[in-house]
């Protein structure tokens, strides 16, 4: 069985191409920009409380192109010196 990535681009993650790829093959795929096994730092994930803690490796990591203005919150981004990879900006 396969799993054709064919034109799919992981872009402006953290992510884990190791763990992508576990049990299908990643032929195809275009990984570029990510934070390759950066830990997002979580406030508490198990909780799922997905809002990043002030040490995230996700803060001012994303690319500004065609950001959403606002994040899950609904608070303005960017508030630092770039867009925060992930659906939430840090609260400075």
């Excluded at 992510?15 to 570029?32: Q, R």
């Excluded at 990879?85 to 840090?90: F, K, S």
């Amino acid at each position: 069985m396969s799993n054709s990535g064919q034109g799919v681009i992981v872009r402006n993650n953290l992510t884990n191409v190791e763990t992508i790829c576990i049990g299908k093959y990643c032929d195809g795929y275009t990984f570029s920009d990510n934070l390759i096994g950066a830990n997002p730092s979580f406030e508490n994930a198990i909780s799922r409380d997905y809002h990043l803690q002030r040490t995230s490796q996700a803060k001012d990591s994303g690319r500004n192109t065609n950001a959403p203005a606002l994040d899950f919150d609904g608070d303005s981004r960017p508030q630092g010196a770039a867009v925060d990879i992930g659906a939430d900006e840090y609260k400075r």
